[in-house]
């Protein structure tokens, strides 16, 4: 399995480095200050970011609105001589190899090789996914961070040490039903085809269904190991996958703050997953301190940091928003566009629903033939043996989904109004649902008949062709001129070269509605503009303007986080220096 996620995950690094050629990456906004702060870093300034607020009297500021892991990742290669870009674009590549490599083989041991390969392709022909790939930003490296602390969770299930008396009861089941543990494929030959002599057992009541708690555990005792080792072996397995996903969940939140949702989500499995809660307290208890210290010992000093130099405001203004509608309405959209990838229109939402409700349905009636094979087989036959995997990394899932959702819903609304629920913001989510629904498809598909796959098949079918064709499109768009900042209009723009040249802005302090395009293709760092513009705020950045000789750069394509560059111009009377067809620049009259 580990080989065939090997070429999924190579395939999808190649399609990144492709996608991410020049003129690529996109250059996102977001990019000055992972790029700004990598090069502080190899400077020896220390992370601090090439822009800051107009009144402020050094152009950079620490950064404290981003955790600090993209940019120290970034820093490395710099180091050696890389440019920030390319080494920000090579560390896309490499967290595409490790995400797409570790996706195939954490489905495909559960459900097989073809529901691994199948959630490797969706994902890589999934628009928000791959979009995100294709420009400077953390969300690929947080995703490799999901998908590894996935993969901890579920392994912790499977550290967790069995009673000797339940693992000898799971040996004796396989042994009297005359299967071992197998793979999910020898799962169809060996229970599909009697579970019709197993639904006519029930209806002649001759089989007595077993209770929950008896399924339970019996089916954990065949997940187990067996009863080999020893408790405190037991222990050291599960100190070491619970270091291990701990280690994993604390990159997330130093890729992005909602990594706090993945240490919650991992925390949580440790304390309430059903196997795991038949541990000894002082194993539960190092699990979870092995969970969360990597978290407080790296993240925890960082926010100390930022609220010490940027104040209980620097990362976030805690407040209480509201408005939600609009983002909600925006986050069905999003939903709705990852299901039907074409079109425009609320009908797509319809689709969205009925596609939820199928999956829904597959999975209550896969889970329900799964039963009745236990009840007929016992809990070591090979197919109720993989349902019972895929429905642990199902519940893993469900939980990491559950507090990803609810970290950026109380976000939203408590620390920052300005957050979409776009494709970017989503797009953790839409991988977890597509393995998710990749795992009740490999469940549902054993036994069913000839046209009930055929249904699913040209579904999928459809969905992965409009779906590869719209990721596609922009990976050639962005081949052919780049995503956001890396685009020709910001590349070759007049406005900026006047900045670079020595009888323009070369020498002057700037001032702009847009500072990243002057970091980026100009090399300058600039302060921002003025975000209000009543009296006073006008007279204090007229006096500061002319006090340190600057000139206000302010480009056509208006901003949303600063007043309009040109009503500033206007109130404060200043004098136009250069006019261009892209922007203007303006400064102060002597």
């Given at each position: 399995?580990?080989?065939v996620?090997?070429?999924?995950g190579l395939?999808a690094?190649?399609t990144v480095?492709?996608?991410t050629?020049p003129p690529?990456?996109?250059l996102d906004?977001d990019?000055?200050s992972y790029?700004?702060a990598?090069q502080?870093v ?8 090439p822009?800051s607020?107009?009144?402020?009297a050094?152009s ?5 609105h981003?955790p600090?892991g993209?940019p120290?990742a970034?820093?490395a ?7 920030p ?7 896309i590549?490499v967290?595409a190899l490790?995400?797409?490599?570790t ?8 459900a097989?090789?073809?529901a691994?390969?199948?959630?490797g392709?969706?994902a890589?022909?999934?628009p928000?996914i791959a979009?995100?790939?294709l ?6 490296s947080?995703?490799t961070?999901l998908v ?6 579920v ?5 967790a ?5 339940l693992?000898?009861?799971a040996g ?6 005359g299967?071992?543990?197998?793979t999910p494929?020898?799962?169809t ?8 002599a197993?639904d006519?057992?029930r209806?002649?009541?001759?089989v ?8 339970a ?5 065949a997940l187990?190991?067996g ?13 070491l996958?619970?270091?291990?996903t701990?280690?994993?969940?604390a990159a ?10 993945i240490v919650?989500?991992?925390?949580l ?11 000894s307290?002082q194993t ?10 990597p978290?407080?010992?790296t ?23 509201g408005?939600l ?7 069905v959209?999003?939903?709705a566009s990852?299901v039907?990838?074409?079109g ?5 939402v ?7 409700a199928?999956?829904a ?12 094979t236990?009840v007929?087989?016992g809990p070591a036959?090979p197919a ?12 893993v899932v469900?939980?990491?989904?559950a ?13 920052d109004?300005n957050i979409p629920f776009d ?6 989510l839409?991988l977890l ?15 069913r008949?000839?046209?009930s796959?055929l249904?699913?098949t040209?579904?999928l079918?459809v969905?992965?062709?409009l779906s590869?064709?719209t990721t ?7 081949r052919?001129?780049g995503d956001?900042?890396a685009s020709?209009d ?10 670079r040249?020595?009888s323009?802005g070369?020498?002057r302090?700037?001032?702009?509605n847009?500072?990243?395009?002057l ?18 705020t ?9 006090r340190t000789?600057?000139?206000?750069v302010a ?7 600063v ?9 404060a ?5 250069a006019?261009?067809?892209d922007?203007?620049?303006w400064?102060t009259?002597p």
């Amino acid at each position: 399995m580990l080989v065939v996620g090997l070429l999924m995950g190579l395939l999808a690094a190649t399609t990144v480095a492709i996608g991410t050629a020049p003129p690529g990456p996109g250059l996102d906004p977001d990019a000055e200050s992972y790029l700004g702060a990598a090069q502080a870093v190899v400077r020896g300034d220390g992370l601090r970011v090439p822009t800051s607020g107009w009144a402020d009297a050094d152009s950079t500021e620490p950064l404290t609105h981003f955790p600090p892991g993209f940019p120290l990742a970034v820093a490395a290669p710099v180091t050696l001589g890389a440019s920030p870009v390319q080494a920000a674009r090579w560390i896309i590549v490499v967290s595409a190899l490790v995400t797409w490599t570790t996706l195939v083989v954490l489905v495909g041991r559960v459900a097989g090789a073809r529901a691994g390969v199948g959630v490797g392709v969706a994902a890589l022909a999934t628009p928000a996914i791959a979009t995100v790939h294709l420009s400077i930003l953390s969300e690929p490296s947080f995703l490799t961070a999901l998908v590894l602390t996935l993969t901890g969770m579920v392994a912790l299930t499977r550290a967790a040490p069995v009673a000797p008396a339940l693992a000898g009861d799971a040996g004796r089941a396989a042994q009297l039903d005359g299967t071992s543990l197998g793979t999910p494929a020898e799962a169809t030959a060996t229970g599909a085809p009697r579970i019709a002599a197993a639904d006519e057992a029930r209806r002649g009541g001759h089989v007595r269904k077993p209770g929950w708690s008896g399924v339970a555990l019996r089916t954990t005792a065949a997940l187990g190991d067996g009863g080999r080792g020893s408790a405190v072996g037991g222990m050291r397995r599960v100190a070491l996958v619970a270091a291990g996903t701990g280690v994993a969940a604390a990159a997330a939140v130093s890729l992005r703050y909602a990594g706090f949702s993945i240490v919650a989500a991992a925390a949580l499995w440790v304390a309430f997953d059903r196997r795991l809660a038949r541990r000894s307290t002082q194993t539960l208890a190092l699990a979870l301190a092995l969970i969360l210290a990597p978290t407080l010992c790296t993240v925890g000093p960082w926010l100390v940091r930022a609220t010490r130099l940027a104040g209980p405001r620097g990362v976030r203004a805690l407040a209480a928003y509201g408005q939600l509608g609009n983002t909600l309405r925006e986050g069905v959209q999003t939903l709705a566009s990852w299901v039907v990838p074409v079109g425009d229109g609320w009908w797509r939402v319809a689709v969205l629903a009925v596609v939820l409700a199928g999956v829904a349905a597959m999975g209550a009636s896969a889970w329900r033939r799964v039963r009745r094979t236990e009840v007929a087989l016992g809990p070591a036959v090979p197919a109720v043996v993989s349902a019972h995997r895929s429905a642990t990394v199902l519940r893993v899932v469900a939980v990491t989904a559950a507090c990803y959702l609810d970290f950026v819903l109380i976000s939203r609304q408590f620390a920052d109004p300005n957050i979409p629920f776009d494709e970017r913001i989503l797009a953790p989510l839409l991988l977890l649902a597509e393995i998710a629904i990749a795992l009740v498809i490999a469940t549902w598909w054993r036994g069913r008949r000839r046209w009930s796959r055929l249904t699913v098949t040209g579904a999928l079918a459809v969905w992965l062709a409009l779906s590869a064709g719209t990721t596609i499109s922009r990976i050639a768009f962005a081949r052919e001129d780049g995503d956001d900042f890396a685009s020709s209009d910001w590349r070759e723009s007049p406005t900026i070269a006047w900045v670079r040249s020595p009888s323009g802005g070369a020498d002057r302090t700037l001032y702009s509605n847009w500072p990243a395009a002057l970091y980026f293709h100009a090399h300058r760092a600039a302060r921002d503009l003025p975000d209000r513009l009543d009296a006073a705020t006008i007279a204090r950045f007229r006096d500061r303007l002319s006090r340190t000789g600057g000139v206000v750069v302010a480009f056509t394509t208006p901003s949303p986080d600063v007043a309009s560059p040109y009503s500033l111009a206007r109130r404060a009377g200043l004098r136009p220096v250069a006019r261009f067809a892209d922007g203007t620049v303006w400064d102060t009259p002597p």
